[in-house]
């Protein structure tokens, strides 16, 4: 099993910044896809970013030109830099990834607890 684990969640006021992370750890052979999910009350769990094995990122477009997915690889952690921040972008943000656990496990989706992020004045 790979467990997730999200933290640099908080308030911010709008037009801040603040930094996510997720590290993952457990059982592990690969980690291919990482990437951030959001979720705010009554609505539906959407993708903000994900990043794979080789870097190539995507984005939501709600996102682009104010977020920011990187990884660490050797560190098995994916981060979201969150700049320019709205009080539409206030969620719980999820972590995800996509993972084998042994050489012979199919790949599977894994998801972090989930971290609060309010923009609020």
């Known amino acids: 099993q790979v467990q997730l684990v999200e933290s640099g969640g908080g308030l911010v006021q709008p037009g801040g910044s603040l930094r996510l992370s997720c590290a993952a750890s457990g059982s592990i052979f690969s980690i291919m896809t990482m990437g951030w999910y959001r979720q705010a009350p009554g609505q539906q769990r959407d993708l903000v970013a994900s990043i794979t094995s080789e870097e190539s990122t995507n984005y939501a477009d709600s996102a682009k030109g104010r977020f920011a997915i990187s990884r660490d690889n050797a560190k098995n952690t994916v981060y979201l830099q969150m700049n320019s921040l709205k009080p539409e972008d206030t969620a719980v943000y999820y972590c995800?990834?996509?993972?084998?656990?042994?050489?012979?496990?199919?790949?599977?989706?894994?998801w972090g607890q989930g971290t609060q992020v309010t923009v609020s004045s």
């Open positions: 995800n990834a996509l993972a084998r656990s042994t050489r012979w496990s199919p790949p599977r989706e894994f």
